[in-house]
């Protein structure tokens, strides 16, 4: 089981390029979230998605945008990037679901680093 | 609303116990959380602790909860070398969508 894999792990952009960040999973879940780490911040939910086809907004979306087209696949994109969104970007998922009893325990993947110049 | 606090920064000998304390507002919570995360890689669960339990044991680690106080707390027994990482204390809120909210996390660096 490889978890949960994210591409590329490392990428330069210039302000206003665009890009996308892929994140599987092979565990069936099916919640999986995008956060951003930022240097004395911790881990800040930038949108989530609680099944296929649907997704919402975590604490910081702006300037961000998703898509759970299948069930294993969610996307981050980025239209016009901007040095602000220079961070470490982490997907997880998690199987247990809103209001369900047990823990939501995530499983990340191994994070990827964007540099915004 | 929610929020997780931590100090940032720990310093131990090897061999020694290391404490890393974490507060939370959400009285609510329903699980609390510790998550270690090592250089270049993602969190990885540690171990977690339901509401209604003041403390859990799991081999060298040791949670300890007060809800009246919202703290939480993880021990670390005959810290190693290897037990350097940055620690990340969350709280799953008890309302919506049941989130979990991390704290900034605690730098732990353990010397020889």
């Known amino acids: 089981n490889a978890g949960v894999t994210q591409t590329p792990k490392f990428r330069v952009l210039k302000t206003g390029q665009s890009m996308t960040l892929l994140c599987a999973q092979d565990m069936n879940h099916e919640y999986m979230y995008w956060y951003r780490q930022d240097p004395g911040m911790g881990l800040r939910l930038i949108h989530y998605s609680v099944g296929e086809g649907t997704t919402a907004k975590g604490e910081v979306p702006d300037g961000y945008n998703v898509s759970r087209l299948k069930k294993q696949n969610f996307l981050l994109g980025l239209e016009s990037a901007a040095p602000s969104q220079t961070s470490v970007y982490f997907c997880?998922?998690?199987?247990?679901?809103?209001?369900?009893?047990?823990?939501?325990?995530?499983?990340f993947g191994a994070g990827s680093r964007l540099t915004v110049l | 609303g929610e929020d997780v606090e931590q100090s940032l920064f720990l310093s131990v000998r090897e061999g020694d116990s290391s404490v890393i304390n974490c507060t939370y507002t959400?009285?609510?919570?329903?699980?609390l959380y510790w998550y270690k995360q090592e250089p270049g890689a993602g969190l990885q669960l540690l171990t977690y602790i339901f509401s209604n339990m003041d403390m859990k044991q799991d081999q060298r680690l040791t949670v300890l909860l007060n809800k009246k106080d919202k703290h939480l707390s993880l021990r670390i027994a005959d810290t190693q070398t290897g037990d350097s990482a940055i620690y990340f204390c969350a709280e799953r809120a008890n309302t919506g969508f049941q989130k979990l909210v991390f704290g900034t996390g605690t730098r732990l660096l353990v010397s020889p």
């Open positions: 959400d009285s609510s919570s329903t699980y």
């Open positions: 997880a998922s998690s199987r247990m679901g809103q209001g369900a009893s047990g823990a939501n325990v995530l499983t």
